[in-house]
């Protein structure tokens, strides 16, 4: 298992879905950042469970508690514990499923893996454990800007076909994106969204979604080519998440169908130094930042846990229909936009503690 | 810069475009493996300049010479030194580019990052880099195939907006592929496909295309979540590779759009375990294989160098018209196919080796 | 800060001295290892303070808590959070410390490179975050014994000037070692120390000492040459301990006075497989264990933190007289045996994950 | 194999003793450096067999190529290719030896391992390895004196029995210490090393001896605390160099017989900053540097290779009389002496990457 990621800027997480607790240790996050427990519980609050009739029932308030790393509200420099308790494991909805592994969930291959899995939920391929990547990548959004002013804002592009329009990405803010409980700025486009998920959670099935993601005032010349390249370590991050399917950066997939002499960003004078007039590159260019938003796209997936009969078979091979129980989203995307804003706000961190005296 | 990739599968590659040569270190590869050169030159063949008309006019024999790490036709499990000479350098193509950059390329990006950089052509953020990983890639390749029967294929999936249709992940082979040259197995549509890239190219211009590659056989249980899942790694893997903007496994984007009762794959009993009816997991569950094909999708830009004027500023920030020197490809994907596989390769092959006593 | 450590046993701690608590996340531990808090207790309660006279008066009980990764008394593969509450947190006792740094001390050394610390006591740098690495490496130590049957065991040899004798590598247990409260296995030497130690702590100073340790039944063929020789890591993990001064293997610096002729050891047959007759190697020939006992020392410094006036300088460089308050131990090597012990298990199990198919 | 070191500033190095060459890979030196291969070649001399007549008969000229990442004379922040061909391989010295693993070298661990091995010599194993490291280390020595003025000297500072004595480490240069070709600047104790290192060649035995090293002019704050402390990263650098056995900083092994109140550094103003009046603690305190002089010494064993016939078995158990072939250096010291240093310049220049905005 891999539970670190980062560099210099490391988050590592622990904790299963119905044990005792989730959390994450932070380590290389600048000292002397003002940082307490509201800083943080704010993007939990955005993740929990229960937040609205589109998510889980599972009740957890997630309350955060700063277990080392902050004194008299600064941080010191050392690692940063995160730890949250969980408050309401069920574990015996899922006594009927040890036996069937769940299609498309991660059961099988967990079994197949380590020859034990957790005994109730998901353990540690839950969504339950990105608890700790919010809570740490709260830090790093929060210490992003308070020293240069990234903003960084995701938001819900699509809830099966249904897509936003009209999202301007040089000014929208959590603030907008809160506005709705689906998370799509785009009224219009919510109000379906909402609709579709009611439908979808009504009829016991799930569906999919896309979260688009802009990084604003990232400096250009951050990013260190070949192999962490900006947009590789995004991609790492966003499919690293529970339940993606895809990444897409800047033109992404739609890029492919196009010119050269359309796709290509041509370069001005921008506020003293040069910018591009387009933002096809998605902010990067050789894997470096240039200094335009970054802008990309995270697919999800619908999730696997439906309560609709599925034929399938048990670890022995003997056909079964299985009726999931336990409490489930119908749409991971609303939830999911603090999860995406976290790992890219891990990611862009990282990239600022190892941006330094690359020239004399 | 990161220029090292994998955790006990090592590649590191070395060398800039117009510079004495680019290769490779590769560390880790197990002992006692059969190697020689022309098991690595099949490969680099496929990815070579010069190979179709298809392709730019650099002419780069890319002979590959082992320089360590081989001995007697055996691998000894010790760092193997790959390294090909630059023949056909033509610095002097890019004299007129140095006081501008070139849109969407990497020249401003590098030059804000390091204060300086390749006088001719682009240097390190040059695809010519990745021949080092091909080599390596090549490697890996081999010994996943000898121990595992592992196979990785790649081919073209799209050109523009021509779309391949009809390729058998299954069986398809690289034989196949390479039945036609732009590397695209379905017949009709390879032949838009040419048809298309010799279009562009006489029009001075560039354009996109999508890669698909499947990876059979893989053992069920392989890989390492939370932050090094399967798709974790690829994603980064491929978003490393020049001119990629996006990255999707098995539904991908298209599985956003479907209900959970759709897109969960059920299980049977195939060949003494469990496999699975459908595939839209791609092959990877909770970020661990579960026996089925891996299979993903690469997005290729179309290539940022177009001999078409552009309108564009100069470092100073002075407007100015950009007709592109060099000899470059109008479309990246016939030749990054064998990148994409020994990319997969590497990746494929440093689970392997983190595969082991998970369990008693 | 590298709070992290291993390659695929990773273990990352946290935690300050007089904060709430501290802890440890180990990663990468095998599934399916019968593990408890009891297994755990053992090393903490033989490294916690107040165990004995010789010790510093700080009272803990260091009651451990596993927070994840453990179900049904199994591991399941995944992280496992480890935490331990401070309770006897005396923040008061440095506040008239706080403007004049102790001598070699890290209170100068973190102020310049955080420009903040801890307010109380050493923070980061105390002993206590030792809590961690013990808790992760006596794991380590179970999963190594269950598994392969290695043992690890660790004495103080030497306290001062005073130096045992007559330890038999080969049989020596944890039992022998605490037979004395100052774990020195030969009894009249034992005395010696502990009377040494009384003495130092009456006039209000501190004493060094020197730790032997020795890993037995470790397979031969272990370790990963060059940089990550089997000696190469025991010596960070030993030097990352606090009041380290130094380490050596085998023969170490007495051996820089032997001749090749004295020096080497000569193979012999022995059960089965190649031995060695005398191991002035240590275990270890070209980074890679030879099957005999892996055998080494660390040195510790006189603890910094003393009673006794000394003259030094504020953090204006202000002349002055310091008489540290705190609670401190007056020799850290009895305390310190299940911390080399830890350490080395965490090194030796993070090989032992490394080894694996390396030959076909 | 782990044939890279660094976290920021990474080198990766290559090649067998017998085999066409060896070399290095640098990555994450800083841009806008002057190099040329001079700079690199003044180390690899004070490196390089047949020096003078301490050292091996084998004749190399260790000349090095700047593969990649140099233009125009200066460093462009990409990886730095070195190479150096073999010269005077002569595989046929070893055909005697290929059945009888040499005592205390690394033919059994290595066959054990890998279950091949290099054919002749040592293969990895061989100090030819350390070719790459002083062509990567004497480019981390130049960027770290050219930007801080950082300057590292070492010295022999015993063979066998003898030592030196009075050596300045405020003063000491390298034209110092190359006055003797023992490398040692103690006149009258280099000529007993000289006299020393003669008799034992003369007998066909070997010697062993301990090289010191000082670091100057290192900004205090540097250093990763809680596993990469600055002596923890020394320690595993100089344990990873062939035939070493021993690390100590500062104090040292000796340090364990004082008392703190002796030990303790006593701070006072210097230059406008703290320093310490002794420097018992080398340099470093809590894993930091605090600006005085870095201090260790590493321990080096007698040669395992030598001619003396020694009594032994061969791979199968078989009693054998053994007289090694091969040219071989009665005592490596002299010749490691700018291995140390350039280890221990790859060490600090790593920190002096990750060194940057701690604090706000």
Chains 1, 2, 3, 4 share one sequence.
Not at 21 to 36: T, Y
Not at 166 to 180: A, F, K, L, Y
Not at 256 to 261: A, D, E, K, L, N
């Amino acid at each position: 298992m891999s539970s670190t990621f980062g560099t210099l800027l490391k988050v590592t997480t622990f904790g299963e879905s119905h044990g005792k607790g989730v959390g994450a240790i932070l380590d290389g996050c600048p000292a002397k950042i003002n940082l307490s427990e509201k800083d943080i519980q704010k993007q939990l609050n955005r993740r929990r469970p229960g937040q609205s009739k589109l998510t889980t029932k599972r009740e957890e308030a997630d309350l955060v508690t700063i277990l080392s790393g902050v004194e008299r509200g600064k941080t010191l420099g050392v690692p940063i514990g995160l730890y949250v308790a969980n408050k309401d494991q069920r574990p015996d909805d899922y006594k009927t499923m040890q036996s069937i592994p769940r299609p498309s969930h991660a059961d099988y291959t967990y079994q197949t893996k380590y020859g034990i899995r957790s005994a109730s939920g998901g353990g540690r391929s839950s969504a339950r454990e990105t608890v700790g990547r919010v809570a740490a990548g709260a830090i790093a959004d929060k210490f992003l800007y308070e020293i240069f002013r990234i903003e960084i804002v995701a938001w819900v592009h699509a809830v099966g076909e249904v897509e936003a329009s009209h999202v301007d990405e040089g000014v929208i803010s959590r603030e907008d994106v809160d506005q709705t409980i689906v998370r799509c700025p785009d009224g219009p486009a919510a109000d379906k969204m909402v609709q579709l998920i009611d439908n979808v959670k009504e009829r016991d099935d799930s569906v999919g979604g896309i979260i688009t993601c802009v990084c604003r005032n990232v400096p250009p010349g951050w990013g260190e080519p070949v192999f962490d390249k900006v947009e590789a370590k995004l991609a790492q991050a966003m499919l690293s998440i529970p339940s993606t399917k895809g990444f897409e950066i800047g033109s992404g997939f739609a890029g492919t169908r196009m010119f050269g002499s359309q796709h290509n960003d041509p370069f001005v004078l921008k506020e003293g130094r040069l910018g591009t007039t387009t933002n096809f590159s998605g902010g990067v260019q050789g894997g470096i930042t240039n200094g335009e938003p970054i802008v990309f796209r995270t697919a999800f997936k619908p999730p696997a846990t439906i309560s609709l009969p599925q034929t399938t078979v048990d670890f022995e091979g003997r056909k079964t229909v299985l009726e999931a129980k336990g409490r489930h989203d119908p749409c991971v995307v609303p939830r999911a936009v603090p999860i995406v804003e976290c790992m890219a706000a891990l990611v862009i961190g990282d990239f600022a503690l190892r941006q330094q005296f690359r020239q004399l």
